[in-house]
Protein backbone atom coordinates (compact mmCIF):
# COMPACT_ATOMS: atom_id res chain seq x y z
CA UNK A 1 0.00 0.00 0.00
CA UNK A 2 1.28 4.03 -0.55
CA UNK A 3 2.34 6.05 2.21
CA UNK A 4 0.31 9.02 2.59
CA UNK A 5 3.07 11.28 0.73
CA UNK A 6 2.26 8.87 -2.07
CA UNK A 7 -1.24 8.98 -2.79
CA UNK A 8 -1.97 8.62 -6.27
CA UNK A 9 -4.87 11.24 -6.77
CA UNK A 10 -5.89 9.45 -10.27
CA UNK A 11 -6.76 6.54 -7.63
CA UNK A 12 -8.67 8.43 -5.45
CA UNK A 13 -10.27 10.16 -8.72
CA UNK A 14 -11.63 6.50 -9.84
CA UNK A 15 -12.87 5.09 -6.60
CA UNK A 16 -14.72 8.50 -6.51
CA UNK A 17 -16.12 8.65 -10.23
CA UNK A 18 -16.69 4.83 -11.22
CA UNK A 19 -17.25 5.70 -14.53
CA UNK A 20 -13.18 6.75 -15.24
CA UNK A 21 -12.34 3.26 -14.51
CA UNK A 22 -12.66 0.19 -16.91
CA UNK A 23 -14.72 -2.74 -16.23
CA UNK A 24 -13.51 -5.38 -14.86
CA UNK A 25 -14.15 -9.13 -16.55
CA UNK A 26 -14.19 -12.03 -14.20
CA UNK A 27 -17.01 -13.81 -11.85
CA UNK A 28 -19.73 -12.28 -9.67
CA UNK A 29 -17.52 -10.38 -7.17
CA UNK A 30 -19.12 -11.15 -3.40
CA UNK A 31 -18.99 -7.88 -2.06
CA UNK A 32 -19.14 -4.48 -3.22
CA UNK A 33 -17.56 -1.05 -2.71
CA UNK A 34 -20.85 0.11 -0.75
CA UNK A 35 -20.76 -2.78 1.65
CA UNK A 36 -17.25 -2.10 2.28
CA UNK A 37 -17.83 1.55 2.53
CA UNK A 38 -21.13 1.04 4.94
CA UNK A 39 -19.09 -1.17 7.14
CA UNK A 40 -16.15 1.26 7.60
CA UNK A 41 -18.63 4.50 8.19
CA UNK A 42 -20.21 1.86 10.98
CA UNK A 43 -16.76 1.54 12.71
CA UNK A 44 -16.02 4.89 11.95
CA UNK A 45 -19.27 6.32 13.33
CA UNK A 46 -18.40 4.03 16.71
CA UNK A 47 -15.05 3.97 17.35
CA UNK A 48 -13.17 7.33 15.50
CA UNK A 49 -11.74 7.18 12.12
CA UNK A 50 -8.62 5.86 13.75
CA UNK A 51 -10.49 2.32 14.03
CA UNK A 52 -10.49 1.93 10.29
CA UNK A 53 -8.06 -0.47 8.72
CA UNK A 54 -8.35 -2.89 5.76
CA UNK A 55 -7.67 -5.20 7.93
CA UNK A 56 -10.59 -4.32 10.43
CA UNK A 57 -13.01 -3.71 7.50
CA UNK A 58 -12.10 -7.43 6.42
CA UNK A 59 -13.38 -8.74 9.90
CA UNK A 60 -16.14 -6.76 9.92
CA UNK A 61 -17.50 -8.26 6.55
CA UNK A 62 -16.05 -11.76 7.40
CA UNK A 63 -13.55 -11.58 4.45
CA UNK A 64 -9.71 -11.50 4.08
CA UNK A 65 -7.93 -8.36 4.02
CA UNK A 66 -6.57 -9.06 0.36
CA UNK A 67 -10.15 -9.52 -1.08
CA UNK A 68 -10.96 -5.80 -0.17
CA UNK A 69 -8.47 -4.71 -2.90
CA UNK A 70 -10.55 -5.85 -5.06
CA UNK A 71 -13.26 -3.04 -4.62
CA UNK A 72 -10.61 -0.25 -3.39
CA UNK A 73 -6.85 0.53 -4.08
CA UNK A 74 -6.27 1.16 -0.24
CA UNK A 75 -7.55 2.70 3.27
CA UNK A 76 -6.53 6.88 1.32
CA UNK A 77 -9.12 5.57 -1.44
CA UNK A 78 -11.74 3.88 0.91
CA UNK A 79 -11.82 7.01 2.84
CA UNK A 80 -12.60 9.40 0.16
CA UNK A 81 -15.27 7.42 -0.51
CA UNK A 82 -16.58 6.90 3.11
CA UNK A 83 -16.45 11.30 3.19
CA UNK A 84 -18.87 11.57 0.37
CA UNK A 85 -21.53 8.90 0.79
CA UNK A 86 -21.37 10.54 4.62
CA UNK A 87 -22.02 13.92 4.00
CA UNK A 88 -24.97 12.27 1.94
CA UNK A 89 -27.46 14.17 -0.72
CA UNK A 90 -27.04 17.64 -0.97
CA UNK A 91 -30.26 19.77 0.76
CA UNK A 92 -33.06 21.17 -1.61
CA UNK A 93 -33.16 25.12 -1.75
CA UNK A 94 -35.13 26.02 -4.32
CA UNK A 95 -38.30 26.69 -1.80
CA UNK A 96 -36.07 29.54 -1.03
CA UNK A 97 -37.10 31.31 -4.31
CA UNK A 98 -33.94 34.45 -4.24
CA UNK A 99 -34.07 34.36 -1.03
CA UNK A 100 -29.75 33.70 -0.47
CA UNK A 101 -29.62 34.41 3.26
CA UNK A 102 -32.49 31.80 4.06
CA UNK A 103 -31.04 29.32 1.44
CA UNK A 104 -27.43 30.00 2.63
CA UNK A 105 -28.28 29.20 6.03
CA UNK A 106 -30.52 26.27 5.52
CA UNK A 107 -27.08 24.91 3.75
CA UNK A 108 -25.04 25.70 6.70
CA UNK A 109 -27.55 23.58 9.08
CA UNK A 110 -27.53 21.23 6.55
CA UNK A 111 -23.98 20.63 6.84
CA UNK A 112 -24.08 20.76 10.47
CA UNK A 113 -26.55 18.05 10.80
CA UNK A 114 -24.26 15.77 8.46
CA UNK A 115 -20.93 16.67 10.02
CA UNK A 116 -22.49 16.18 13.59
CA UNK A 117 -23.84 12.75 12.10
CA UNK A 118 -20.53 11.56 11.32
CA UNK A 119 -17.73 13.98 13.23
CA UNK A 120 -15.08 12.14 11.69
CA UNK A 121 -15.11 13.38 8.44
CA UNK A 122 -13.91 17.04 9.62
CA UNK A 123 -10.55 14.91 9.57
CA UNK A 124 -11.08 13.95 5.51
CA UNK A 125 -12.72 17.46 4.56
CA UNK A 126 -9.23 19.56 4.20
CA UNK A 127 -6.94 20.38 1.73
CA UNK A 128 -6.40 20.19 -1.95
CA UNK A 129 -8.13 16.78 -2.53
CA UNK A 130 -10.50 15.42 -5.32
CA UNK A 131 -13.76 15.82 -4.18
CA UNK A 132 -16.94 13.44 -5.07
CA UNK A 133 -20.09 13.77 -6.46
CA UNK A 134 -22.00 14.73 -3.39
CA UNK A 135 -19.46 16.87 -2.08
CA UNK A 136 -19.47 18.41 -5.63
CA UNK A 137 -23.72 18.52 -5.28
CA UNK A 138 -23.03 20.31 -2.11
CA UNK A 139 -20.62 23.26 -3.41
CA UNK A 140 -23.32 23.67 -6.65
CA UNK A 141 -26.43 23.95 -4.07
CA UNK A 142 -24.27 26.63 -2.16
CA UNK A 143 -23.30 28.86 -4.81
CA UNK A 144 -26.89 28.49 -6.64
CA UNK A 145 -28.17 30.13 -3.89
CA UNK A 146 -25.76 32.87 -3.52
CA UNK A 147 -26.63 33.40 -7.03
CA UNK A 148 -28.80 36.21 -7.04
CA UNK A 149 -25.62 38.58 -4.95
CA UNK A 150 -23.46 40.06 -6.94
CA UNK A 151 -20.14 38.38 -5.92
CA UNK A 152 -18.30 36.84 -9.04
CA UNK A 153 -17.55 33.12 -9.11
CA UNK A 154 -14.50 32.97 -7.42
CA UNK A 155 -16.36 35.28 -4.13
CA UNK A 156 -19.07 32.95 -3.94
CA UNK A 157 -16.24 30.41 -3.14
CA UNK A 158 -15.23 32.09 -1.10
CA UNK A 159 -18.38 33.08 1.14
CA UNK A 160 -18.89 29.48 1.17
CA UNK A 161 -15.59 28.92 2.37
CA UNK A 162 -16.44 31.36 5.19
CA UNK A 163 -19.43 29.44 6.27
CA UNK A 164 -18.03 26.22 5.90
CA UNK A 165 -15.10 27.23 8.41
CA UNK A 166 -17.58 28.65 10.78
CA UNK A 167 -19.51 25.11 10.74
CA UNK A 168 -16.15 22.95 11.24
CA UNK A 169 -15.45 25.62 14.14
CA UNK A 170 -19.11 24.76 15.86
CA UNK A 171 -18.86 21.19 15.53
CA UNK A 172 -15.01 20.89 16.93
CA UNK A 173 -15.74 22.15 19.90
CA UNK A 174 -18.85 19.41 20.59
CA UNK A 175 -16.37 16.83 19.76
CA UNK A 176 -14.37 14.87 22.24
CA UNK A 177 -10.66 13.81 22.22
CA UNK A 178 -11.86 10.31 21.13
CA UNK A 179 -14.09 12.02 18.16
CA UNK A 180 -17.39 11.33 19.66
CA UNK A 181 -19.36 14.21 19.42
CA UNK A 182 -20.68 15.79 23.18
CA UNK A 183 -24.12 16.13 24.17
CA UNK A 184 -25.18 18.78 26.44
CA UNK A 185 -26.50 15.92 28.76
CA UNK A 186 -22.23 15.68 29.55
CA UNK A 187 -22.90 19.26 31.50
CA UNK A 188 -20.32 20.75 30.30
CA UNK A 189 -22.63 23.84 29.86
CA UNK A 190 -23.87 23.88 33.47
CA UNK A 191 -20.12 23.44 34.84
CA UNK A 192 -18.89 26.80 32.85
CA UNK A 193 -21.98 28.53 34.08
CA UNK A 194 -20.85 27.71 37.71
CA UNK A 195 -17.06 28.49 37.03
CA UNK A 196 -18.37 31.64 35.22
CA UNK A 197 -20.25 32.67 38.17
CA UNK A 198 -17.59 32.00 40.55
CA UNK A 199 -14.99 33.97 38.57
CA UNK A 200 -16.88 36.72 37.01
CA UNK A 201 -14.52 39.96 38.27
CA UNK A 202 -11.82 37.96 36.24
CA UNK A 203 -13.77 37.36 33.34
CA UNK A 204 -16.17 40.65 32.98
CA UNK A 205 -16.88 40.05 29.41
CA UNK A 206 -17.70 36.58 29.12
CA UNK A 207 -19.56 36.08 32.27
CA UNK A 208 -21.80 39.01 30.59
CA UNK A 209 -22.61 36.58 27.72
CA UNK A 210 -25.29 34.64 27.93
CA UNK A 211 -24.52 31.33 28.91
CA UNK A 212 -26.40 29.75 26.19
CA UNK A 213 -24.46 31.65 24.09
CA UNK A 214 -20.92 31.01 25.79
CA UNK A 215 -22.12 26.95 24.99
CA UNK A 216 -22.94 27.00 21.67
CA UNK A 217 -19.04 28.31 21.16
CA UNK A 218 -17.70 26.26 23.87
CA UNK A 219 -19.41 23.39 24.46
CA UNK A 220 -22.21 21.95 22.15
CA UNK A 221 -23.65 24.53 20.05
CA UNK A 222 -27.04 22.36 19.37
CA UNK A 223 -30.18 24.92 20.64
CA UNK A 224 -28.31 28.27 19.27
CA UNK A 225 -26.60 27.02 16.02
CA UNK A 226 -28.78 29.13 13.87
CA UNK A 227 -27.97 31.77 15.95
CA UNK A 228 -24.16 31.83 14.85
CA UNK A 229 -24.49 31.09 10.95
CA UNK A 230 -22.98 34.14 9.73
CA UNK A 231 -24.84 35.08 6.85
CA UNK A 232 -24.49 38.73 8.31
CA UNK A 233 -21.14 38.75 7.02
CA UNK A 234 -21.93 37.66 3.84
CA UNK A 235 -23.45 41.27 2.95
CA UNK A 236 -20.41 42.33 4.44
CA UNK A 237 -18.66 40.35 1.93
CA UNK A 238 -20.43 41.86 -0.61
CA UNK A 239 -19.98 45.40 -0.02
CA UNK A 240 -16.03 44.85 0.55
CA UNK A 241 -16.11 43.29 -2.68
CA UNK A 242 -18.13 45.16 -4.78
CA UNK A 243 -16.70 47.37 -7.53
CA UNK A 244 -16.32 51.08 -6.37
CA UNK A 245 -19.02 53.39 -8.74
Known amino acids: MPRSSEIEPSKIARSLWPELDRPRRGPKPRMSLDSI ?10 EGLGSVSMQRIADELGATKMSLYRYTPGKAELTAVMLDTAIGARPDL ?8 AGLKAWAAALRDAMVLHPWALELAVGARVLGPNELD ?14 TG ?22 GPDGITLRP ?8 ADILASHAGCYPAVAAAPIAVFSAHCVSGYAAFSTFVPTNSVPSFIRATAPTR
Open 185 to 192: EHGADMLM
Open 37 to 46: VAAAIAVADA
Open 94 to 101: TTFGGDWR
Open 154 to 175: GERLDALALITAHVRGMIQQSI
Open 138 to 151: WTEAGLLALATTPL
